[in-house]
């Protein structure tokens, strides 16, 4: 079984830098466009999905109705695979995260990550950790027992993705953002013989 997992296409706030999180921003022209292009080019290399998960935010649900071809209601949307939650810190400029101490552990965040600690009102590593372990180990790795599941389609965040993939590859919190995912990138991971197995990371169709 293969599970091909994307990072949604762009958004506007992703050009201005903006911290997004949980913050339920649409796809820009160029996010459709990327996702058009991805599916397009997936469906030449023969590549189509039998099952498609969602984070919920329309930025994921979008890309994942373009890629696939499923319409949204065929699509479940998956809340294990959201976005970090940033609380006030959403929306913020990387000049108001600069210049604002109320953003200081958003550096962090992005800078040294074992030594970020969010506000009450956000999410900690262990947080998203757990949630994204929960999804992989109770919802993908029962699917392989069912034949049909041959190729599935997950889209979800930046953030997400880093954490999903961690539970693979091995990499430490240290070197979380070792990778950088461009929107619309995929990583292609296959379940052979009950374990999960990195086969390509960031790789762009369009």
């Known amino acids: 079984m293969n599970i091909y997992i ?15 999180g ?19 080019n997936l469906k030449k290399a023969g590549i189509s999905f039998d099952k498609v998960y969602s984070s919920p935010l329309q930025r994921a649900v979008k890309t994942a109705e ?7 209601s065929n699509i479940i949307k998956e809340n294990r695979i959201i976005e970090f939650s940033f609380g006030k810190a959403e929306g913020s400029t990387p000049e108001e995260r600069q210049s604002k101490p109320e953003f200081a552990q958003i550096k962090n965040f992005f800078t040294n990550p074992p030594a970020y600690s969010p ?45 999903l993939l961690m539970h693979i590859d091995g990499r430490t919190l240290k070197n979380f953002w070792k990778v950088r995912f461009p929107n619309c990138s995929i990583n292609k991971v296959s379940l052979e013989n009950g374990n999960f197995k990195l086969k390509w990371k960031s790789r762009v169709f369009y």
């Open 6 to 20: 994307v990072r949604h296409g762009e958004t506007d706030w992703n050009v201005q830098l903006k911290l997004q």
């Open 22 to 40: 949980r913050s339920d921003i649409p796809l820009n022209a160029t996010g459709i466009e990327q996702a058009e292009q991805t599916g397009e």
């Open 66 to 72: 373009l890629i696939s071809g499923f319409d949204s």
């Open 119 to 163: 506000d009450k009102d956000a999410e900690t590593f262990d947080d998203v950790f757990k949630r994204t372990a929960d999804f992989w180990e109770n919802e993908i790795r029962p699917l392989a027992d069912n034949s049909s599941n041959k190729n599935l389609l997950v889209v979800t965040h930046g953030g997400t993705l880093q954490t």
